[in-house]
């Protein structure tokens, strides 16, 4: 680890489902399976595949990193979920978290997507909604493709 603001947890800790649970990725299964007591896997929320799960100390931002085999054909290291309700401005907490990946990770391309029609910007009335600002804003690149479903993607390759 690096010092800094996150913190390692695991997939199924209830504190990252807390959180994930506010994000607009969040899915709510029709069977009820989550508020079932007796389910075991309640509070997992990342899928398959390696992952490293990192929330802050207060429990206030959480972020997902995934590798696994993507349906979409993208190569690489996947930021699953970034979610930050605290203080810390969420362009640090992603810098942070792009070190920790390539710690893991040594080397590989980081991609995330970002659904325009979901995303909550800070709107004054004469600007316009810029999905995934605050990963542009510390040097990811808007893909020209975008998903079937109209997902906007964006990549970080490593400098190394």
């Given at each position: 680890?690096?010092?800094?603001?996150?913190?390692?947890?695991?997939?199924?800790?209830?504190?990252?489902?807390?959180?994930?649970?506010?994000?607009?990725?969040?899915?709510?299964?029709?069977?009820?399976?989550?508020?079932?007591?007796?389910?075991?896997?309640?509070?997992?929320?990342?899928?398959?595949?390696?992952?490293?799960?990192?929330?802050?100390?207060?429990?206030?931002?959480?972020?997902?990193?995934?590798?696994?085999?993507?349906?979409?054909?993208?190569?690489?290291?996947?930021?699953?979920?970034?979610?930050?309700?605290?203080?810390?401005?969420?362009?640090?907490?992603?810098?942070?978290?792009?070190?920790?990946?390539?710690?893991?990770?040594?080397?590989?391309r980081l991609y995330t997507y970002v659904d325009p029609k979901k995303v909550k910007t800070a709107l004054w009335y004469f600007r316009k909604p810029n999905p995934g600002k605050?990963?542009?804003?510390?040097?990811?690149?808007?893909?020209?493709?975008?998903?079937?479903?109209?997902?906007?993607?964006?990549?970080?390759?490593?400098?190394?």
């Amino acid at each position: 680890m690096i010092d800094g603001h996150w913190l390692p947890a695991k997939d199924g800790d209830p504190r990252v489902y807390a959180l994930m649970r506010r994000h607009y990725s969040s899915h709510i299964y029709a069977d009820g399976r989550r508020r079932n007591l007796n389910y075991r896997n309640r509070f997992l929320v990342c899928g398959p595949g390696e992952k490293m799960v990192l929330l802050t100390v207060d429990c206030s931002a959480l972020f997902i990193w995934r590798k696994f085999i993507d349906d979409s054909g993208q190569q690489g290291v996947n930021c699953a979920v970034f979610r930050n309700e605290g203080e810390v401005l969420s362009s640090e907490l992603i810098l942070e978290a792009e070190q920790l990946a390539w710690l893991k990770w040594p080397g590989e391309r980081l991609y995330t997507y970002v659904d325009p029609k979901k995303v909550k910007t800070a709107l004054w009335y004469f600007r316009k909604p810029n999905p995934g600002k605050c990963f542009i804003m510390v040097g990811w690149r808007r893909l020209e493709q975008m998903t079937k479903s109209g997902k906007v993607i964006l990549e970080k390759l490593s400098e190394k």
